[in-house]
């Protein structure tokens, strides 16, 4: 019940901030530039194949929906990075958190509000943005991706680990201390993606392998980039699996484990942001 | 609903943050209907003790209850408001958002939130900026939001910390007002301050707190209706006159017309009056001064401020 509350505070909050505002509105642009772009591409496109036409236009379809998705992963984890980085710490720094705290209110509450309330606002974003493109791709060409809602679902996943993260930094360090950690994670992550990729190439069987590695760990570490790579292979034509490594697609893709790795992930670090706001002295 | 007498009782509360200890020992207690002044100088501990007892801070040891249940126990704080030293709210808020924000956290059913809150802006006179956001409000409104924040739940226990800090002599006589009436209907009221003027007008009792310890605690009626100063001016002195007062008074100095010396109480001034007369002074003034709170908190904290 107190958690429904802060939860709607901290939606009424960012919608106050003209942070909800801001976010659709340069998610409509987004997706208008996008929309324009896939329009005239498919209509080139059209116009320069002729038998197979279909099948080319599919191929097209699923390599510019990729790229759409690889974005808009990307503008919702930083969305929610952004969003949710100050609402611990900054509440602890200014005091506005000490009339709140003592009400009749469990801490645990007070976390629990802010996550639902930041999964509630990423949720819609993801969906208004992430369904914005296949709506986008569907309705112009009439082509879908094999499995979308997967898709959606890893994507959701890696934004709410984000957003765990960012409560648990908050409960622990200073607003910009916090920041730091959160992105250099997703770096270390993303980085580790792209040396497993790049050393999947590499010719020698030793350097592979190291490469490989480099990638566990770090996904380990911090499971967005697998998330995402496992979302992509969700998504992409079974022949632009067979084509390779692009920014966007991937040869290789994370396993189920990895994907159980994440979700246990997910709630460990929720546990871990509830008991250190718990004990945090005020 | 517990039966402790106590609505605020702590027996050793220690704090440490570190190696610097800010509370080293506070033992107290408050009882029911009883306003409760909490005095030291700055960074005796003060607002440390009292977020302890509203469990933003956790003791490093020791004990403390309110109204007999444990501090970690939040079911105890829907019958406690707290005003924060610095006041610091969501401030892009309105008036009455914030304090309908805070109603619910006290779960209070939404018609009896919507007539209190009503009430209390009237109270504090903030019904004209209700719709505004606390971003635009001044200091002092901030401050009455706040203390009508900490009153949505018809509290048994208010917690005010430096409450008039920020206001106007309007706002001081308002929140002098509510105290008073809190008072009267029983409800406990702890204040800590360091505005010694505000004390002395609204505590029953206050504890003197140094070091992260409570070093004296005093009726305030006793402390200011104990020992006096009396102040003479008067003609025609002489040195056994001023001799003789030792009867009576200590600290006895003269100079010139000027005469002082400190007396237990009030009852022998008016013989003391005759007996200057009779042995032939002219007095023209015989004024008895009670020690102020200032003073006794100089005598008792010292003057180093605690430092």
């Known amino acids: 019940m107190n958690s429904i509350t802060i939860a709607k505070l901290t939606f009424r909050e960012a919608s106050r901030r003209k942070i909800l505002l801001a976010a659709l509105l340069l998610g409509a642009l987004f997706l208008t530039i996008y929309g324009l772009g896939y329009h005239f591409i498919i209509r080139d496109t059209t116009e320069s194949f002729g ?13 510019l929906l990729m790229a759409g998705m690889y974005v808009v992963n990307m503008l919702t984890a930083m969305m929610t990075v952004l969003t949710s980085v100050d609402t611990l710490s900054g509440e602890i720094q200014s005091g506005a958190i000490q009339t709140v705290v003592a009400k009749p209110v469990r801490r645990w509450e007070i976390v629990a509000g802010k996550w639902l309330g930041f999964a509630a606002m990423l949720t819609l974003y993801l969906l208004l943005m992430g369904g914005g493109v296949m709506a986008i791709v569907y309705l112009r060409s009439g082509y879908t991706a094999p499995h979308p809602l997967q898709a959606l679902s890893l994507m959701w996943l890696n934004a709410v680990i984000l957003l765990s993260i960012s409560l648990l930094g908050g409960a622990s360090l200073s607003t910009l201390a916090n920041g730091v950690l959160v992105f250099g994670l997703f770096g270390v992550a993303f980085i580790g993606g792209w040396i497993e990729q790049i050393g999947a190439f590499m010719p020698d069987p030793a350097t592979n392998q190291t490469a490989m590695n480099i990638g566990v760990i770090t996904s380990l570490i911090m499971p967005s980039e697998a998330l995402w790579k496992r979302a992509a292979f969700e998504l992409q034509s079974p022949l632009l699996t067979m084509m390779g490594d692009t920014p966007f697609t991937a040869r290789y893709y994370p396993s189920d484990a990895m994907m159980i790795y994440s979700i246990i992930y997910l709630l460990v670090v929720f546990a871990l942001s509830i008991q250190r706001f718990n004990q945090r002295d005020l | 609903m517990s039966q402790s007498a106590f609505a605020i009782e ?12 800010a509370v080293s020992n506070l033992t107290l207690s408050v009882e029911r209907g009883e306003v409760f002044g909490f005095l030291g100088p700055n960074g005796a501990g003060k607002t440390t003790s009292v977020k302890m007892l509203l469990n933003l801070v956790f003791p490093s040891g020791g004990e403390g209850y309110l109204f007999g249940q444990p501090l970690n126990d939040p079911a105890v704080r829907s019958r406690v408001g707290f005003l924060p ?4 709210f969501h401030d892009w808020l309105r008036g009455d958002e914030f304090l309908q924000l805070h109603a619910d956290l006290y779960r209070l059913p939404s018609q009896q939130a919507r007539r209190r809150i009503g009430e209390l802006l009237e109270l504090v006179g903030l019904t004209p900026h209700a719709s505004k ?3 635009e409000y001044s200091k002092g409104m901030l401050q009455r939001i706040g203390l009508a924040q900490a009153l949505l739940n018809q509290p048994d226990l208010v917690i005010l910390d430096e409450p008039t800090s920020g206001l106007d002599p309007v706002g001081r006589r308002l929140v002098r007002d509510i105290i008073r009436d809190l008072s009267q209907r029983g409800v406990a009221v702890f204040i800590n301050s360091h505005l010694l003027s505000e004390v ?6 206050v504890a003197f707190i140094k070091h992260g310890e409570v070093i004296r605690v005093s009726r305030l009626q006793s402390l200011v209706e104990g020992e006096l100063t009396v102040q003479v001016r008067a003609r025609n002195l002489n040195p056994a006159m001023v001799e003789g007062l030792s009867r009576w008074g200590k600290n006895i100095r003269a100079d010139g017309e000027h005469l002082s010396f400190t007396l237990p109480g009030e009852a022998d001034l008016p013989e003391i009056n005759r007996y200057l007369v009779s042995q032939g002074a ?3 003034a015989l004024r008895p001064e ?3 709170l200032e003073d ?3 005598q008792i904290v010292g003057t180093d401020g605690g430092l």
Do not use: A, W
């Open chain 2, 10 to 21: 702590t027996r050793n509360l220690r704090k440490v943050f570190g190696d610097k200890v």
């Open chain 1, 51 to 63: 038998e197979d036409r279909k099948f080319m236009i599919n191929q097209v379809s699923n390599f």
């Open chain 2, 282 to 284: 002219d007095v023209y």
């Open chain 2, 133 to 135: 956001k606390l971003r």
């Open chain 2, 296 to 298: 006794l908190f100089i």
């Open chain 2, 200 to 205: 002395e007008i609204t505590c029953d009792r």
């Open chain 2, 290 to 292: 009670h020690i102020s």
């Open chain 2, 85 to 88: 030293e610095h006041f610091r």
